[in-house]
């Protein structure tokens, strides 16, 4: 059965520092776009951040951009998130997702992703 599996969310002060942690388990992830979501109270579910495989290349929401970087491990089948200079705006709820094996392409859109975490909340205070 795959699974993953975050952690590290919790309440910060803006401007403050997180680093969320998703563990796989059920099959190896290391030939697969690994990527984060998050999705805000009555908001859509959006797009954070992606890793590729093979040579890693990376890529980001605008409103991210330059405050988180996306990591992955595939010894241990885990992708992280740095997140600094947080901001009010992105507390959420913040999902793992892990797309088809083989695949490098990137995509914003939930629907293209297979595997999902059960999430974890990320608030920031003002």
């Known amino acids: 059965q795959v699974q993953l599996v975050e952690s590290g969310g919790g309440l910060v002060q803006a401007g403050g520092s997180l680093r969320l942690t998703c563990a796989g388990s059920g099959r190896s992830f290391s030939r697969s776009v690994m990527t984060w979501f998050r999705q805000a109270l009555g908001k859509e579910r959006e797009f954070v951040a992606a890793?590729?495989?093979?040579?890693?290349?990376?890529s980001y929401a605008e409103s991210v951009k330059g405050r988180f970087t996306i990591s992955r491990d595939d010894a241990k089948n885990s992708v992280y998130l740095e997140m600094a200079s947080l901001k009010p705006e992105d507390t959420a709820v913040y999902y793992c997702?892990?797309?088809?094996?083989?695949?490098?392409?990137?995509?914003?859109?939930?629907?293209?992703?297979?595997?999902w975490g059960q999430g974890t909340q990320v608030t920031v205070s003002s």
């Open positions: 997702a892990v797309g088809s094996p083989g695949i490098t392409a990137i995509y914003s859109i939930p629907s293209r992703y297979d595997y």
């Open positions: 890793v590729t495989w093979g040579p890693p290349r990376s």
